[in-house]
C-alpha cells in the first residue's frame, strides 16, 4: 500500500470511528431503555478509544516510517459521512421495537464495515506493531458486533434491550 492509500484508509477508519461515537451517543441520549442506554454508552466509548489508537498511528508508527512523505499526510479531522450510519436515529426517539431494531442493524452494518476495513488495512501494512494494533482492533470490532446481534436476537423476541451486563462478561 502506498503512502496516499494508506493515508486515505487511515483517515476513512478516523472518520468511521468519530461518526460511530457520534451516533451511539445519539442512540443512548434517544432510548428510553436504561439496559440501551448503557449497551450505547458503552458502544460510544469503545469508539473513542478506537479513534485514539488509529489516530496513535498517524502520529508515530506511520509518520516515523514515511517522515518526508508523511508531510502531506495529515489526518483530517472534518468528518466525511460515510454513509453508515443513516441520519433518522437522530431525530426521533428509540422507544419502539423497530425503533430499537433499526438502531441495532445500523450499528451491525457500521461493525461489520469497521471490521473489513481494519483487516484491509492489518494486511497492507507494514510495521509488525501496527499490523498487531489493526488485527487487535479487528477482534473488538467482532466483539461489539456479538453483543450487538444478541441484542438483536433478544429484541426480536422480547420487544426490550437485554440486561447488558449479561452479554459483556
Not at 478506537?50 to 508531510?71: G, P, Q, S
Not at 509488525?128 to 429484541?155: G, P, Y
Request: proline share 1%; aromatic share 8%.
Amino acid at each position: 500500500m502506498d503512502v496516499n492509500d494508506m493515508c486515505d484508509s487511515l483517515n476513512k477508519a478516523l472518520n468511521l470511528e468519530v461518526e460511530g461515537k457520534d451516533f451511539y451517543t445519539k442512540c443512548a441520549e434517544k432510548t428510553s431503555s436504561a439496559e440501551g442506554r448503557r449497551m450505547f454508552d458503552y458502544l460510544a466509548k469503545e469508539e473513542e478509544a478506537h479513534y485514539n489508537k488509529v489516530l496513535r498511528i498517524f502520529e508515530t508508527d506511520f509518520k516515523e516510517a514515511y517522515a518526508e512523505r508523511m508531510k502531506k499526510c495529515e489526518p483530517n479531522m472534518k468528518i466525511k459521512p460515510s454513509g453508515v450510519f443513516k441520519k433518522k436515529i437522530a431525530g426521533g426517539k428509540i422507544s419502539t421495537k423497530s425503533d430499537v431494531l433499526d438502531a441495532l442493524n445500523i450499528s451491525l452494518k457500521a461493525e461489520e464495515d469497521s471490521i473489513r476495513l481494519y483487516e484491509k488495512l492489518a494486511k497492507q501494512s507494514f510495521q509488525a506493531d501496527t499490523i498487531r494494533l489493526f488485527e487487535q482492533l479487528v477482534e473488538e470490532e467482532k466483539t461489539h458486533h456479538s453483543i450487538l446481534e444478541n441484542e438483536v436476537e433478544f429484541v426480536t423476541k422480547t420487544g426490550e434491550f437485554t440486561d447488558f451486563k449479561t452479554i459483556t462478561l
